[in-house]
């Protein structure tokens, strides 16, 4: 299920849902459109068909809410499908994954809109080819040229969509080949604060969407990167996430070919006073030895590696083109555990994968056990239109929910007993936005008995006294 967090501050009101990337992102959304009370801007998801049905329900939502303001849809799922969101009566305009970041692109303030006639339909402009998986992905007019339906499209995405009107403005996100940096230097709903470093992903796993909402794989220099840690930690963050779509990749493309390795030392040596650093989601093949070693070995940090393993089974992990092994996930978080016992470990897993029978299920569920995973997000497979998965021989829906659900409880009990390992510890609390609640290094969820403005932001020492549902809860260490 897609993440979805909602701003309540003033100024424009952002609705980002799915990934931390589109949480940093809808941050710099907020600072562009400072000022603009008039306009809602729903950030959305497309990984999985859940996504995309939440998205909908979240704009029918906010029309409903918000009758008079300007209703922007933007975000992964708009990039793939910007038809589905144009035809909707509630939608003012339809934005890219480049448009969003531009404030021309959005409605003028005040500026009623023709809400009661749907647009016409026009072809996705980032609709993934229906050949043969790519080594590297090609913008979309060279490796596809036809509409759902078969006929021909134009060549320039861009013109095309112009055509329709100017409530879609939605370019080809396979032309783009550098990622600015966004200097965002608050975050409305959180105490930790997200950097893009990365965006798009060159890698074609037959499951994901998401390439075609993204594009290539493109780095932010490190001197911007290093610029906007600065810049947080001086507004008085203590903690940075550093986030892309596939952050390990980062670099190729940059002069001298720089590493993430490299620009996290480049970070914790040029900016002393940051006090956490974590990552997002990580490609474990990429892991390299400078990685690994400050993954392991340097006290800022956090003990936290959240890997994207989808499988644990070896020919499904094959079928979905992914790189590693399940023998070679089990080694590195091994490695990892022998050098730093304390690392928390999460995974992103698929349940029903086309073509998974019983044995591979069983090894799938087992992967929870042999990598130790405490933050495990399970997610159905959710056949997406156009890639390679979605043409493979389909498990009953009803067992892929149930094969789902199974993961889910055993990846909710294991991460229970590793609660309940933790009571009578002493943890560092990063206290969020409610005064009450927030994150430990590893990051576990932790309530105090009362909300304290005073410590929102801040890093407290706790004693953990016990397990409230998927928290744990503690008293402030004195």
């Known amino acids: ?29 907020r600072a562009l459109l400072a000022g603009r009370d008039d306009v809602v801007v729903i950030n959305s998801c497309a990984v999985t068909n859940e996504a995309v049905r939440q998205t909908r329900q979240a704009i029918r939502k906010a029309r409903k809410a918000r009758p008079g303001a300007q209703l922007v849809v933007t975000g ?37 809109s023709n809400r009661d006639a749907p647009l016409p339909f026009v072809p996705s402009p980032s609709t993934p080819p229906v050949g043969g998986a790519q080594d590297k992905l090609q913008p979309l007019a060279e490796v596809e040229g036809r509409t759902r339906d078969g006929s021909e499209t134009s060549l320039d995405f861009a013109r095309e969509l112009g055509d329709v009107g100017d409530r879609v403005k939605v370019s080809d996100i396979m032309a783009v080949r550098q990622t ?32 075609y909402g993204r594009g290539n794989s493109r780095s932010v220099p490190a001197g911007a990167v290093v610029d906007a840690v600065r810049a947080l930690v001086e507004r008085g963050y203590a903690e940075v996430v550093l986030t892309g779509v596939d952050v390990t990749s980062y670099g190729p493309g940059l002069p001298g070919s720089p590493t993430l390795g490299m620009l996290i030392e480049r970070i914790l040596r040029l900016v002393p006073e940051l006090k956490r650093l974590r990552l997002s989601s990580l490609d474990g093949v990429e892991v390299d030895d400078r990685l690994f070693d400050l993954i392991t070995g340097d006290p800022r940090m956090m003990p936290h590696v959240h890997l994207s393993l989808q499988s644990g089974d070896d020919m499904i992990l094959k079928r979905m083109k992914r790189r590693h092994s399940r023998a070679q996930a089990i080694a590195l978080v091994e490695r990892m555990k022998a050098k730093r016992p304390e690392i928390a470990i999460g995974a992103d897993l698929i349940a029903g994968f086309p073509t998974e029978d019983e044995a591979m299920h069983a090894s799938n569920l087992s992967i929870l056990d042999a990598c130790d995973v405490v933050h495990g997000h399970i997610f159905p497979f959710s056949p997406r239109a156009g890639t390679p998965a979605a043409r493979m021989p389909q498990l009953d829906r009803a067992l892929v929910k149930a094969r789902a659900a199974e993961m889910r409880a055993a990846a909710q009990a294991r991460a229970a007993r590793w609660r309940a390992a933790l009571v009578g510890s002493r943890q560092q609390l990063l206290v969020e936005r409610d005064g009450r609640t927030g994150h430990a290094e590893n990051f576990v969820r932790i309530a105090l008995p009362a909300a304290d403005p005073s410590h929102i932001g801040r890093i407290v020492p706790v004693a953990i006294t016990g397990q409230s549902g998927d928290m744990l809860t503690a008293e402030i260490d004195t």
């Not at 299920?1 to 959304?29: F, W, Y």
């Not at 038809?83 to 934005?95: C, G, I, K, S, T």
């Open 1 to 29: 299920m897609s993440d979805i967090v909602q701003s309540t501050a003033k100024g424009p009101e952002i609705i980002s849902m799915g990934c931390r990337l589109n949480i940093a992102e809808g941050e710099a959304m």
């Open 76 to 112: 992964c799922a708009a990039q793939t499908d910007p038809a589905m969101f144009a035809a909707m009566p509630e939608v003012d305009r339809v934005l890219g994954n480049v448009e969003k970041l531009s404030s021309g692109k959005y409605p003028l303030p005040f500026v009623p």
């Open 180 to 211: 600015a940096p966004h200097m965002v230097t608050s975050f409305a709903e959180h105490a930790r604060a997200f950097v893009e470093v990365q965006n798009g992903c060159d890698h074609r796993c037959t499951f994901c969407i998401i390439p």
